[in-house]
T-cell receptor, first 111, second 114 residues
Framework: RKEVEQDPGPFNVPEGATVAFNCTYS??????FFWYRQDCRKEPKLLMSVYSSGNEDGRFTAQLNRASQYISLLIRDSKLSDSATYLC????????????FGQGTTLQVKP | ETGVTQTPRHLVMGMTNKKSLKCEQH?????MYWYKQSAKKPLELMFVYNFKEQTENNSVPSRFSPECPNSSHLFLHLHTLQPEDSALYLCASSQTGTGANVLTFGAGSRLTVL
């Protein structure tokens, strides 16, 4: 079983739609959680950290459910520029930089 | 130059060749990483260096040999690779301590082994 599991998609949505991605992780001792974004043929970039209380950054909302070992990302009012692969990332500790990546979920926003 | 720079961006090599990938960061970070990204697979951590000392080798075959001469530079020496080693090799850097999990990646070196 993969340590971080994501539905690879692709998710095809029209502009303006709301879309949600989910991710599950298997190691209950995991300490830190993130969403990274990777554009086609580019490097991954940090999108946002994920906190137990949930956090929001503009149109993006991330949630963490430690009991269910589940992370989500909600994108409201999708833009064409949101088309990318979204990587769910888990760290086993809070300060080692040893990140475990999910396979990624591909989003394609259509006009 | 700013951020994390990787060279070469593309590399084609035969199985008997020896080549090296180079990574340089201009962010003042003290941790550097090599990750491998194969098609349809998640990024896999290969090596971690903190203050130029190796702190993680994620069971990487010895045909991959990392070198970290200082906190700003990281190399990956390649020899007698296999076709299945063809992948995108990503270098990253971060602060140490509480900032360690926020990685800045380079654009990657796309390797093809014939």
């Amino acid at each position: 079983r993969k340590e971080v599991e994501q539905d690879p998609g692709p998710f095809n949505v029209p502009e303006g739609a709301t879309v949600a991605f989910n991710c599950t992780y298997s190691n209950s001792a995991s300490q830190s959680f993130f969403w990274y974004r990777q554009d086609c043929r580019k490097e991954p970039k940090l999108l946002m950290s994920v906190y137990s209380s949930g956090n929001e950054d503009g149109r993006f909302t991330a949630q963490l459910n430690r009991a269910s070992q589940y992370i989500s990302l909600l994108i409201r009012d999708s833009k064409l520029s949101d088309s990318a692969t979204y990587l769910c990332v888990v760290a086993r500790s809070s300060n080692t930089g040893k990140l475990i990546f999910g396979q990624g979920t591909t989003l394609q926003v259509k006009p | 130059e700013t951020g994390v720079t990787q060279t070469p961006r593309h590399l084609v090599m035969g199985m008997t060749n020896k080549k090296s990938l180079k990574c340089e960061q201009h962010l003042g970070h003290n941790a550097m990483y090599w990750y491998k990204q194969s098609a349809k697979k998640p990024l896999e951590l290969m090596f971690v260096y903190n203050f130029k000392e190796q702190t993680e080798n994620n069971s990487v075959p010895s045909r991959f040999s990392p070198e970290c001469p200082n906190s700003s530079h990281l190399f990956l020496h390649l020899h007698t690779l296999q076709p299945e080693d063809s992948a995108l090799y990503l270098c990253a850097s971060s602060q140490t301590g509480t900032g360690a999990n926020v990685l800045t990646f380079g654009a990657g070196s796309r390797l093809t082994v014939l």
